[in-house]
């Protein structure tokens, strides 16, 4: 069983893990033998949040709750304030999961906390545009394995830019493997061009065919 952890704070990009967080919760579009997937949020502490967007969100548990294997996924979301020190319990527990096999999802302003801490400097990722962790991240050495779109993977860290919401999202669930390789396929066409003929596709694809 997978645990996704999506950490939480106050300033956070609500609207970057709309895509991703909806799926995982709903589980609506999941194929029949999809593995078991438990989501959790985790805060700095226990005190609720609120994001760029206005919403009061209270966590589920703490930074600390996250379990280091290769099961766990934490989901570091864009925000304002990912160069303040606070952040350093969140940066450490990634390092711990890229160490331990486990996955790490950064979007945004998260990519920039990772590249600070050097944990962008071997491994295939993207961000906010060709120059962007040059000049915002002094010491970043992982220019050579950056590449310009909209979102990366590379095993277990998937990272995208602030116009990658979409295609982070699918590079997250297909490293869960909860959606069928061609549901997975038809859901990205279909909020990617809005064409309803992806739609009903997709619906063909799911366990009870879209009836």
């Not at 949020?41 to 994001?51: I, N, Q, R, W, Y």
Request: proline share 4%.
């Amino acid at each position: 069983m997978f645990t996704v952890y999506l950490y939480i704070f106050d300033t956070m990009a609500d609207w970057e893990i709309g895509h991703a967080v909806s799926e995982l919760g709903s589980r609506r579009f999941f194929k029949a033998d999809a593995p078991e997937v438990s989501f959790k949020t985790v805060g700095l502490s226990a005190e609720p949040v609120k994001t760029m967007g206005g919403l009061r969100v209270i966590p589920d548990g703490v930074i600390g709750d996250v379990a280091v294997n290769a099961q766990s996924v934490l989901l570091l979301p864009g925000g304002n304030t990912w160069e303040d020190p606070k952040h350093g319990p969140a940066i450490q527990k990634a390092a711990e999961l890229l160490d331990a096999g486990g996955a790490v999802c950064a979007i945004c302003g998260a990519t920039a906390a990772l590249a600070r801490a050097g944990l962008l400097d071997r491994r295939r990722h993207t961000s906010n545009g060709a120059g962007f962790l040059e000049a915002f991240c002094p010491g970043y050495q992982g220019t050579v394995h950056y590449v310009d779109e909209p979102a990366a993977a590379d095993g277990g860290l998937i990272t995208a830019g602030a116009h990658g919401a979409l295609q982070w999202a699918r590079e997250i669930l297909a490293y869960l493997g909860v959606f069928r390789a061609d549901t997975l396929e038809e859901w990205y066409a279909y909020f990617r061009t809005g064409e309803a003929r992806h739609f009903y596709a997709m619906m063909q694809t799911l366990p009870s065919g879209g009836r």
